[in-house]
């Protein structure tokens, strides 16, 4: 938030990163002493604003700088709510669509999420060096092509939403390859982010969307893993979801329900809100699953949509649906992990263990999350032998 | 103010692909006189070309002996630069909405490049 409100003034990401960065040493320093302003958020600002502008002052080229730009004085009322708006600004320029998605990410949860290099590059595999160039060759992206540092025009609004969402999604999803460890920070992070945009775009019935849609895969997560290995949905100790997630979840929906704009976050979000509310698998809305699922390809017609679909179709119709419905999908999806496992449990269902095994073979060699990986094991080693 | 450098490519059919019809040449024509005007009116167009293509283009390199010329163009592809627009943009986004109507109107992709510095080098000199 600091870094956000004074990119606004300075434009300059790297001297409102470290500018915060000192403020944050001189409170460390100061407040166990002094003890604790009344209003923290604000010194930071306020500080942070003064060691960029004493920075700016020992070059000349800053100084030129410092007269062109209107730096406000210290924080009041109506720069807390503009603070708001520095927020918004930073998130749309960290998703803007000319960065690449994965300098996107790493911008993201460096300057808004506050993880550190060295904790995003573990989240995503990636060695610290690796992860440190990427926002480097973003920052410049954003310095040398004049990537404006604004909420995009009413005209182009929708376009970029979907852009800082897709952004969101995908933090939560790597947080969500494993479950444990940086993950659990990344899913944090991710949610914590839908919340504030949120809060800062209350009409959007798509943000709305995907802070259900996280809050809803999130609830899950305390039956998700056992013994190190994936619990699939069918398996999970219901008992063990967060009902306080699921509540958040099932009342963002009813807001979205209600504004009738529906999209393709709102949508999936829908889905998981019948998974939740159901007691059992067995027991689930397949039907309503299928509806859904078919709404959702017609405004997102991929592959990993018909996919979920043709799962849910075989719960509905059986396996011998699944698998005429999964058939099809097989060249787009020859790498995706799940698609080998749908047609895994399609043919272990249907009584063909063979093709089962091959099936769920494949996905294990595809699969990069460890405890895939165990589940998968698991599974093999439960199917009867030959 | 900013400047840009959209450089059009195309393949030598013309467009990217099919070679346009002759109805479909007249329309593109009418288009870019149409929008080109318009960068005129707001002050956005600063310089543009058409250029020839691959055929009619000559490399020069260094080499031991002195400076080497190749007939034909620095990379052998597909496709090559067929023209470009030198621009004035407030930011990345103004220019990248001129790129959208150019491709809108011929087809082409567009590469979109900012200026470090325009004019002479020394002019750009530090300090």
Sequence with gaps: ??????????????????????????????????????????????????????????????????????????????????????????????????????????????????????????????????MARRITRAKFKISAADIPYRVPHDADLPERVQGVLAVLYLIYNQGSENALGE???????????????????????????????LALNESRMPARLRDGGTVLLRDQDRSRWDGALIDEGQELLRMCIRRDRPGPYQLQAAVQAVHSAARSFETTDWAQVVTLYEHLHSLQPTAVVALNRAIALGELDGPEVALAALEPLREALDRYVPFHAAVGNAWRRSGDLERARQALQRAHELTPSDSDRVHLERWLSELPAR | MNQYLLATYGSPGGGSGEPPSPEEMQQRMQGIIALEEEMDQSGTFVFGGH???????????????????????????????????????????????????????????????????????VDNMPG
């Design chain 1, 1 to 130: 938030m600091a870094v956000a409100s004074l990119a606004g003034s300075f434009r300059d990401l790297s001297i409102a990163e470290d500018a915060v960065q000192d403020a944050f040493v001189v409170a460390a320093e100061r407040w166990p002493v002094d003890g604790l302003p009344p209003n923290p958020a604000g010194w930071i600002i306020t500080t942070a604003r003064r060691r960029a502008i004493d920075r700016l002052r020992r070059s000349a080229r800053g100084r030129e700088l410092e007269a062109q730009l209107d730096l406000p004085g210290d924080l009041d009322e109506e720069g807390y709510s503009a603070i708001s708006d520095d927020r918004l600004r930073l998130i749309f320029t960290c998703c803007h669509p000319a960065l690449r998605m994965e300098h996107r990410v790493a911008l993201t949860l460096r300057l808004l999420g506050g993880l550190s290099v060295e904790e995003i590059a573990r989240a995503f595999l990636v060695s610290g060096s690796a």
């Design chain 1, 183 to 213: 993950g659990a920070a990344l899913r944090a992070e991710a949610i914590r982010l839908a919340r504030a945009l949120v809060r800062l775009m209350p009409d959007d019935p798509e943000a709305v969307g995907l802070l259900a849609l």
């Design chain 2, 51 to 121: 250029l020839h293509g691959p055929d009619a283009t000559t490399v020069v390199r260094p080499g031991e002996n002195g400076p080497m010329l190749t007939d034909g163009p620095f990379v052998e592809s597909k496709e090559h630069l067929a023209g470009f627009y030198i621009i004035n943009a407030t930011d990345l986004d103004a220019a990248l909405e001129w790129a959208k109507k150019v491709t809108d109107c011929i087809g082409n992709v567009i590469e979109v490049r900012p200026f470090g510095g325009t004019g002479k080098a």
